[in-house]
């Protein structure tokens, strides 16, 4: 069977552009695939699948390119949807239809004339695919769910190369592997997503430096708050070291409560110990707070590896301890592992854990340890203090991953991501897929 030629570029590996294509978030799996099919059409996608299938090509499936995992990559062959990036939103039925190659930061934009948003993730860079298939965790998710939540129909191109619409009508079984699952199903080209009303809002911006023998009760502080804080309000807490051996905290998120109110529980988290002052919140209209706060936030792209716990509760500072001394300890030159602990609860847990493929409907907290630097060599020589704390958020999970933030160590990744929904992703996979043709790393598998 001849490669497809309407819609579709290929790009060989020896070539400057394969080396610019292939550049993604985590730079250990930014390696030119044999050949790249950069797909304009989901026409495009369902004949170049019919040929990867011909030709008994394995293959793997680009959106974004931004994954913890490297999950886009493939030594053989990439059929790259990064071309397909239209957006559009119509503001009478509040959906936004959305390529799967579309940035997050470009269904943002196309919210912001109509007051409307999507319940997406906090990485303007990410691709609407990946991050719908995944879940979709993000700032608004306390308020709104995730953005999976929000999926009305989405298109599918299935083992055959046929495309499926699919939804709770049709094919509600691979509409509702869709929405959590990971992919591993078909190649999914368009979404219709239903978007959010949204009023004013502000940005928390509280950072600075303490001393580790103060961050344990500072991070109890913030779990408590932002744990149980209004649905209105969603933020993290990030921890690193400094060179100068404290360490530094960030706690970011979005918030629609009264500005005072923010402020008052800001004070109480800090304690003291950072400054809470008129700069702590950026507040005004959604768009001005999204692009001053979140979509201008730039991104690093670094030699990566991470681990992720899902914990029901907020930690006490005699359980964070550990978990921090072990951050301090692994200080280097080029860098230490750092954490960042995502608040859950709210709006994501008024949706039945086998309502969607995404089971962490009770996770309080999503804490992921990470490290990223400059060079493979460096990456390797940190993994053992990496696993180390990796190891200390595990003692407190009731999952060790979230599809969306894959973990190559994890032996037993399909319960780590999807729990007790794993028996009827395997089924749907069966059913679909008989063949594995879709066999990424970490998919679902029969």
Known sequence: MARPTQGVTFVEANSGEAERLAFQYNLTYSQPPRLRAVCETSDAVAHTLRWARETNTSFAIRSGGHCYGGTSSHPDLVIDLRELNAVSVDATSRIATAQSGTKLNALYRAGFPHALTPAAGWCGDVGVGGHVLGGGLGYLARANGLLCDHLKSLTLIDAQGEARRCSSQENPDLYWASRGGGGGFGIATEFNIVLQPVEDMHALRLFGGIEPSDMPAFVERWMRWSGNAPRATSSQLAVATMTDGRLFARVTGLSSEPRDTVFRALRGVSGGLLPVDEQTLISGSFERVMEDAVLSIPHFYLHSASHTAVWNNALSATDLSPILEAIVASRRETGSVSLLIEAMGGALADTPSDATAFPHRDGAFLATASYGTMSQELLEAARPDLDDV?????????????????????????????????????????????????????????
């Open 390 to 446: 990796g190891q200390k958020l595990w003692q407190h999970a009731v999952a060790k991953g979230y599809a969306n933030y894959r973990d190559r160590s994890l032996e037993d990744f399909e319960n780590a991501y999807w729990g007790e929904n794993v028996t009827r992703l395997r089924a749907i996979k069966r059913r679909f897929d008989p063949d594995g043709l879709f066999t990424g790393v970490q998919t679902i598998t029969c």
